[in-house]
């Protein structure tokens, strides 16, 4: 897929979001608009009524086809903050495990007037396809497709790096770990080139981190200390075992001892570097429970950000639809006026 696809399929005539499905070709006007609203909806945590009327008579679908339970519960909790009606699909249940196609379901969901599909699927692409054969008055959000994209998890990092780091120029970052299979590390070496941080260092073994990763623009180092030397900002992954095939590492405790972060590997950062990990945390695996838990971890954070990035998203999402659908009435109506002239 070129880069110019990606941007055609997921914005409108107007430039405005109608789907969300990674971050390859969006501008940092645009990711810049998520971050500024996600901001405002920050405090409807703090209110009495958590709501507000943005997606009121819409009903949003949740698509899962992989497991994962933050991520599914922080976009119900979004949806439902902005008002929407929610339907979790349990898929080990639907009909798409007795055989039925995932298009075949799709439409029987487009026929109940659905508005919008939030979709995790383990296939890379899967978004991108459902996008391109729904109907088009439905919104699709990607919630994680493959080793593909995984762009709401990026941007509500980059909200979490905006929020303590004051913004992105001049921040060296250094993502580690299991670059191979993530999906997050993709998507946030595109927000974070995009957004103009100064640096960003992929760090882990050659296995976990191949050198034409380098082609992203990204500094790939394969020694834990030079990779975290004045960083601002430590992103950690967690080894995604159920998407490695062969010997990629002798062992968990070897991985720690070479590559986990702990407090004396921490050091070698700035003073006042942030520690993020997109979750679930393996400790002693990828860092220890005294980073996690400890002042500069900023995790929990993420997770209270991730929720005020998918309203972002969504509410964005919905109204680049609904500016769609009234520029095809009108052009629809014109045209009727002038072949009645």
């Known amino acids: 897929m070129t880069q110019s696809e990606p941007r055609a399929l ?6 405005q979001l109608k789907h969300f499905l990674s971050l390859e070709g969006l501008d940092k006007t645009i990711l810049t608009e998520i971050l500024d609203l996600a901001e405002s909806f920050l405090n409807m945590g703090e209110q009495s009524v958590k709501k507000v009327p943005l997606l009121r008579g819409k009903t949003v679908v949740n698509l899962f086809f992989e497991n994962s339970t933050r991520t599914r519960t922080t976009f119900e909790l979004a949806a439902k903050r902005l008002s929407a009606d929610v339907i979790n699909l349990n898929i080990e249940t639907s009909a798409t495990s007795k055989g039925e196609s995932l298009l075949d379901t799709l439409q029987n969901l487009e026929a109940m007037q659905s508005d919008m599909f939030v979709v995790r699927h383990g296939d890379s692409g899967a978004a991108h396809f459902i996008a391109e054969h729904c109907t088009p008055n439905v919104a699709i959000i990607n919630a994680g497709d493959g080793r593909h994209a995984h762009p709401t998890q990026a941007m509500l990092d980059m909200l979490t790096i905006r929020r303590h780091k004051g913004g992105f120029e001049g921040l060296k970052v250094a993502i580690v770990g299991d670059i191979l299979h993530s999906r997050v590390a993709r998507s946030q070496i595109h927000a974070l080139t995009t957004l103009g941080v100064e640096e960003i260092r992929l760090v882990g073994p050659k296995t976990l981190v191949p050198n034409y990763f380098s082609e992203t623009g990204a500094v790939i180092c394969h020694e834990l200390q030079a990779g975290l030397q004045d960083v601002d900002v430590i992103v950690m992954l967690r080894l995604q075992k159920e998407r490695m095939h062969g010997a990629l590492l002798p062992s968990e405790s070897e991985f720690y001892r070479l590559y986990g972060l702990t407090m004396e590997s921490m050091s070698w950062a700035k003073p006042d570097v942030v520690v993020m990990h997109p979750g679930p945390i393996n400790r002693g695996v990828e860092i220890s429970s005294e980073v996690a838990d400890g002042e500069h971890s900023v995790i929990l954070n993420q997770v209270t ?17 609904v500016q769609s659908q009234e520029s095809e009435r009108s052009m629809a109506s014109d045209t009727m006026v002038g072949e009645k002239v």
């Open 305 to 321: 950000n991730g929720i005020a990035v998918r309203m972002a998203v969504m509410s964005m999402a919905m109204s680049g639809q």
């Open 10 to 15: 997921q914005l409108n005539e107007k430039g």
